[in-house]
């Protein structure tokens, strides 16, 4: 769901997402999708994952508030 050469990351404890350039790290208030659940396309089965789902500062996987 990124341009090639960059790479999809998550809000933490907030809803959305960016790319990022391959090779940077995520700032502040973001984080990499945890291996083998991350998006490909809209509506797949992560897409839907994390549409009530994001990471924590810990990077525990944790409910978006209604």
Request: with cysteine.
């Amino acid at each position: 769901m990124c341009l090639p050469g960059h790479y999809q990351v998550l809000a933490v404890n907030d809803f959305g997402g960016d790319c990022i350039p391959d090779g940077e790290e995520p700032p502040a208030g973001w984080a990499r999708y945890p291996e083998g659940k991350v998006p490909r396309y809209v509506g797949d089965e992560w897409d839907r994952y994390w549409s009530t789902r994001t990471l924590d500062e810990n990077g525990r996987i944790v409910t978006l508030p209604n």
